[in-house]
């Protein structure tokens, strides 16, 4: 009998040892959850568990939790949104993915994503006061509106980066045929000549009240000019699609010409116009 009881007490134990996936844990001052236990993979968790970081975090590559080590592969859903008080952050090498939200409306003035990464999720940085954002030649993914600031002036991607390039800091595809997202506090309009599609998001919240767009345009993406400024905006002959929510809440739009060559128009694609 006392040998079954320390034996289920061994058990019992070990097993305490272990996490599930998904379980929360604090350490060192922000909390994670476990990604997989089997890989001992965490990531960093919701700013609703951090709400009063200092203004400079640095991000470990592993947390200890239970006895084991978890490194430290993701910022997770929203995990400093709105940490106005956080102006700089250390991410780690370990990290490959920066989730949706991860950073929107925080403080951070400056960021260096690491080599590592290679997914950024819609609207990580949305709202933050930075000037100009760097990204590394690992980063084959990136959310719409990923960058939507009214401070960011430049997006820079890395020589060797395969999936994206970077011209007068508009953030283009490899290609150089879709733009991803034109910088919200760039004042003058100018895409590459070899464009032809204006991607998801790309001009979300811009500036310009008169737009023409150049010749090459043939396709306007979801979201592509949602929320802005814009009182006019001109179309050329050869636009052919024009996809949902294109222009939605565009409460300043009094003109836009429809050219003949438009066979498709979206859901919604001229919603809640004034």
Known sequence: MKKLLLTIAATLLATSAFAY???????????????????????????????????????????????????????????????????????????????????????????????????????????VPMTSVDIPKSVTSIGGAAFTSYTIEEINVAEGNSHYKSVNGVLCDYQLQTVVQYPLAKTTFELPESVTAIGDYAFYGCIFTDLTLPSTIKTIGQYAFWYNDLRSITLPEGVTSIDDYAFLNCVYLENINIPSSVNFIGACAFGHLQ
């Open 21 to 127: 996936d998904g379980e929360l844990f604090e350490y060192d001052g922000l909390y994670y959850a476990v990604l997989s236990e089997d890989d001992h993979t965490a990531e960093v968790r919701s700013n609703s568990l951090n709400p009063d970081v200092p203004e400079h975090v640095v991000i470990p590559s592993k947390a200890t939790y239970n006895g084991n080590e978890y490194t430290i592969t993701r910022i997770g859903w929203g995990a400093f949104s709105n940490c106005t008080n956080l102006t700089s952050v250390d991410i780690p090498s370990t990290v490959t993915s920066i989730d949706y939200f991860a950073f929107q409306g925080s403080g951070l003035t400056s960021v260096a994503i690491p080599e590592s990464v290679t997914e950024i999720g819609y609207m990580a940085f949305h709202g």
